[in-house]
């Protein structure tokens, strides 16, 4: 297997607080790799680490073969790194096609005076855009609403728009941050097959998730993270059965056992 991301030692310090510490990690090529962990472990940090939108502290970052080093986050997303957000990004008032297109910013080739000017040149480019954007949206089973407003679609809808967004680019690396948050159980199991086209498709994809049975379904490899360090590494069943996990979710295992009585329908996909 290639690793397509790795990181060593990667640090991250805001003053004194110190959200992710020496942490090395490897996505392989062609993986949905998991990254979870209690609230405030460090996920969402390592995934702004990765993207470049914010700086480590020190340690390394390298992506396809190369130190990332202090590039920024656009030229990141242009060597085939894209994302979503736990937070909803999308511009509300613009159409659906027209927040996808924007995903593709970062690869277009006319400048300012072509567009200026509408040559032919970019009249065509635009058009391949808007056709890349119909793919992507086609994707995920949102061409209906493609000159829908973004911010009047549902809101599992919205989430959809987020990942055909991060998809237009046909990007190496897609780390996804809390896809399935605020979603119903249909709509989350949906996701689960989505992520796997999307793995098929050929995108590595890294997923940042509290919803276990996404997790579990989706992933190949789960990285768990706490208090900012690396806790356990391994496939599904490995960190399920971990009980260092355990104790970081859930306190004990009688916490853990009065969780599963209360919560059915999750217990099959929680560590235990």
Same mark, same amino acid.
Request: charged share 20%; aromatic share 4%.
């Given at each position: 297997?290639?690793?397509?991301?790795?990181?060593?030692?990667?640090?991250?310090?805001?003053?004194?607080?110190?959200?992710?510490?020496?942490?090395?990690?490897?996505?392989?090529?062609?993986?949905?790799?998991?990254?979870?962990?209690?609230?405030?472990?460090?996920?969402?940090?390592?995934?702004?680490?990765?993207?470049?939108?914010? @700086?480590?502290?020190?340690?390394?970052?390298?992506?396809?073969?190369?130190?990332?080093?202090?590039?920024?986050?656009?030229?990141?997303?242009?060597?085939?790194?894209?994302?979503?957000?736990?937070?909803?990004?999308?511009?509300?008032?613009?159409?659906?096609?027209?927040?996808?297109?924007?995903?593709?910013?970062?690869?277009?080739?006319?400048?300012?005076?072509?567009?200026?000017?509408?040559?032919?040149?970019?009249?065509?480019?635009?058009?391949?855009?808007?056709? @890349?954007?119909?793919?992507?949206?086609?994707?995920?089973?949102?061409?209906?609403?493609?000159?829908?407003?973004?911010?009047?679609?549902?809101?599992?809808?919205?989430?959809?728009?987020?990942?055909?967004?991060?998809?237009?680019?046909?990007?190496?690396?897609?780390?996804?941050?809390?896809?399935?948050?605020?979603?119903?159980?249909?709509?989350?199991?949906?996701?689960?097959?989505?992520?796997?086209?999307?793995?098929?498709?050929?995108?590595?994809?890294?997923?940042?998730?509290?919803?276990?049975?996404?997790?579990?379904?989706?992933?190949?490899?789960?990285?768990?993270?706490?208090?900012?360090?690396?806790?356990?590494?391994?496939?599904?069943?490995?960190?399920?059965?971990?009980?260092?996990?355990?104790?970081? #979710?859930?306190?004990?295992?009688?916490?853990?056992? @009065?969780?599963?009585?209360?919560?059915?329908?999750?217990?099959? #996909?929680?560590?235990?």
């Amino acid at each position: 297997m290639t690793a397509l991301l790795r990181t060593k030692q990667l640090t991250c310090r805001f003053g004194g607080l110190i959200a992710v510490s020496n942490v090395d990690l490897s996505v392989e090529a062609g993986d949905v790799h998991g990254l979870i962990g209690p609230n405030g472990a460090g996920k969402t940090t390592f995934l702004n680490l990765v993207s470049g939108h914010i @700086r480590q502290t020190s340690g390394t970052i390298h992506f396809n073969g190369q130190n990332l080093g202090s590039k920024s986050p656009h030229l990141r997303a242009a060597a085939g790194i894209r994302r979503t957000f736990q937070n909803l990004r999308l511009f509300r008032e613009m159409t659906a096609i027209e927040n996808v297109m924007v995903g593709l910013h970062a690869n277009t080739r006319s400048d300012v005076f072509p567009s200026l000017l509408r040559t032919g040149a970019q009249r065509q480019e635009e058009k391949e855009i808007a056709d @890349r954007a119909r793919e992507a949206l086609d994707f995920v089973g949102l061409l209906p609403s493609a000159n829908a407003i973004a911010g009047g679609l549902p809101y599992g809808h919205q989430r959809l728009l987020e990942i055909a967004r991060a998809l237009v680019a046909k990007p190496k690396l897609m780390l996804a941050d809390e896809p399935a948050a605020g979603l119903n159980g249909a709509e989350a199991r949906e996701l689960v097959g989505l992520i796997q086209r999307i793995q098929a498709s050929g995108v590595t994809v890294m997923l940042v998730e509290h919803h276990m049975e996404v997790v579990m379904r989706a992933c190949n490899h789960i990285t768990v993270l706490n208090y900012g360090r690396k806790l356990a590494d391994g496939s599904p069943a490995d960190i399920r059965d971990h009980s260092g996990v355990i104790e970081a #979710y859930l306190g004990t295992k009688t916490v853990y056992a @009065r969780h599963c009585r209360r919560n059915p329908a999750e217990a099959q #996909y929680a560590p235990h």
